[in-house]
């Protein structure tokens, strides 16, 4: 499981979401950022299932646009911790990456079988 790089970017994601929570000053955005950082563990653990860890990677990219987008209309100006489900977001990409590059390995092995 920690041998794949992906495990490596969505560990990333989660403590990047988990510091954003931690510091965020503002209670109501707590759930959002917390319930990003349980999914995005989750999908750690679904490393056997690489077209539902793939789906749910994309699905929780879209939460973190969507919630950065809700979050820059609400402050005027950004502070740090704001930023950081922009970050999660390039670690769910850059770990998608890396399952779908695994699906196609995999699926490439079972032709030659």
């Known amino acids: 499981m920690i041998q794949r790089i992906q495990t490596v970017y969505l560990l990333l994601a989660v403590i990047v979401l988990v510091v954003g929570c931690v510091f965020e000053p503002m209670g109501y955005t707590k759930g959002v950022t917390g319930g990003m950082a ?58 998608r990456k890396g399952i779908v590059k695994d699906e196609k390995l995999v699926k490439s092995l079972d032709r030659i079988r």
């Open 38 to 95: 349980l999914l995005t563990l989750a999908v750690v653990f679904l490393y056997k299932n690489r077209p539902t860890q793939a789906k749910l990677c994309t699905a929780l990219m879209a939460v973190g646009i969507v919630y950065y987008i809700a979050l820059a209309v609400m402050q005027p100006v950004l502070q740090w911790f704001t930023v950081m489900p922009m970050v999660a977001v390039l670690f769910l990409f850059l770990a």
